[in-house]
């Protein structure tokens, strides 16, 4: 079964650092999407991206946070210079137009900014 | 605006009882799309159902059901005979539209199977 591959699983940057972190979504889906999830609070969706640009993003999504596909298959998110409130999980989503079946969530980057 | 609301922050029941989650959201849409997720301790995030505005047919599947109610916006979730393999926080969700738009998470419930 395709799934949503995102790497690291787990990453460690100090306070003020720039991360970078990678997702591929599953190849033939055209929306993809980075959430956040503080540890024990919801899911938050961040952004979504559909035909190379944002088509939708939330209030969190500030001037630090920044998405692309830099190459036709993997889907970044960067923040800029993080903060200690960074710390999270982030899951990034894949679906396929108009889909039956929703989202596809990766397993996640645990973010945890020291 | 949407919202969803699981007013059950954490349910503890011993294996083998069966068990209700509740979610009630809120939204203005004439078609949105409702979601269960699961998520285990190791922290991922697993689908569970999606469920559109226009069918209120219940859903059952092996031990899993789930109980659409537009009158009262309501999306319960039932796990019957439940099992320790059950324990994780369960999360409903909300999209409008066809699925594709984001998607609005409530607070989630932790489910603890006591052997």
């Known amino acids: 079964e395709p799934e949503v591959t995102q790497t690291p699983s787990h990453q460690v940057t100090q306070m003020g650092q720039e991360v970078i972190l990678r997702c591929v979504p599953i190849?033939?889906?055209?929306?993809f999407y980075w959430y956040r999830q503080i540890l024990g609070q919801k899911v938050e969706f961040l952004v979504s991206f559909y035909n190379n640009e944002i088509s939708e993003k939330s209030e969190i999504f500030d001037d630090q946070f920044s998405v692309e596909r830099p190459d036709g298959s993997n889907f970044t998110l960067k923040i800029r210079s993080t903060k200690l409130e960074d710390s999270a999980m982030y899951f990034c989503?894949?679906?396929?137009?108009?889909?039956?079946?929703?989202?596809?969530f990766g397993s996640g980057t645990r973010l945890t900014v020291v | 605006a949407q919202k969803v609301t699981q007013a059950q922050t954490e349910i503890s029941v011993v294996e083998k009882e069966d068990v209700t989650l509740d979610c009630v959201y809120e939204t203005r849409d004439t078609t949105y799309y409702l979601f269960w997720y699961k998520q285990p301790p190791s922290g991922e995030l697993v689908f569970l159902i999606r469920?559109?505005?226009?069918?209120?047919q219940n859903e059952i599947s092996g031990r899993y059901s789930w109980n659409f109610q537009k009158s009262t916006s309501s999306f319960n979730f039932t796990i019957t005979a439940s099992q320790v393999v059950d324990s994780a926080v369960y999360f409903c969700a909300l999209s409008s539209n066809f699925g594709n738009e984001k998607l609005t998470f409530g607070t989630g419930t932790r489910l603890t199977i006591i052997p």
């Open positions: 989503a894949s679906s396929e137009l108009r889909t039956v079946y929703g989202y596809t």
């Open positions: 190849s033939n889906h055209l929306y």
């Open positions: 469920r559109n505005s226009f069918d209120e």
